[in-house]
């Protein structure tokens, strides 16, 4: 059983991750709107990753007999300079949820909710590929800085990125 304040966590992380969908929606708006649909693909591939992180808080919840409540979403930014401003964005973006993963990885210890721990591990896990990911294609895009065939090859890159869902957990 989930205890009332890990499941208030669960619920404001589960708002965290539709969220982040809802934030690599807008990226990916820009990059339509700046001809460059390998990268405007690539944000949207992110944010169905995003929509089943926030499942899995969700699902979880539900199935330790806790009580989802969806929370409000803020709008997030859409209006951007640069495919780098774009990317610093994400990046600082992964960064915060990392951190908000590691505190709820830390309550859980606390609690000693072992299933929860072990949901979590899979986010801590999660989380270094998604920082590394958004990390390695700021530095590709700060090398190509204004060679505008460079950003074309990465928008070539970038669109051929799929999405897989991850396995849910029972």
Same mark, same amino acid.
């Given at each position: 059983m989930l205890s009332k304040k890990l499941q208030d966590a669960f619920n404001e992380q589960m708002k965290n991750e539709?969220?982040?969908?809802? #934030?690599?929606?807008?990226?990916? /708006?820009?990059?339509?709107?700046? @001809?460059?649909?390998?990268f405007a693909s690539w944000m949207r591939?992110?944010?169905?990753?995003?929509?089943? &992180?926030g499942e899995r808080f969700f699902n979880f919840t539900c199935n330790t007999g806790g009580r989802t409540n969806l929370l409000p979403i803020e709008g997030p930014p859409n209006d951007?300079? %640069?495919?780098?401003?774009?990317? @610093?964005? /994400?990046?600082? &973006?992964?960064?915060?949820?990392? %951190?908000?993963i590691g505190n709820l990885m830390d309550m859980a210890i606390q609690e000693r909710d072992h299933a929860a721990q072990i949901v979590l591990q899979w986010f801590v896990t999660e989380q270094v590929e998604?920082?590394? %990911?958004?990390?390695?294609?700021l530095k590709k895009l700060k090398r190509v800085e204004g060679d /505008?065939? /460079?950003?074309?090859? #990465? @928008?070539?890159?970038?669109g051929q990125r799929v999405f897989v869902p991850p396995a849910q957990p029972v």
């Open positions: 539709f969220y982040s969908a809802y #934030l690599y929606m807008a990226m990916a /708006g820009y990059f339509q709107s700046e @001809d460059l649909p390998g591939v992110q944010a169905l990753e995003e929509m089943t &992180h951007f300079k %640069s495919a780098i401003e774009v990317f @610093d964005q /994400g990046l600082a &973006h992964e960064k915060f949820v990392t %951190s908000r998604e920082e590394a %990911s958004f990390s390695l294609i /505008g065939r /460079g950003l074309l090859l #990465l @928008d070539q890159e970038l």
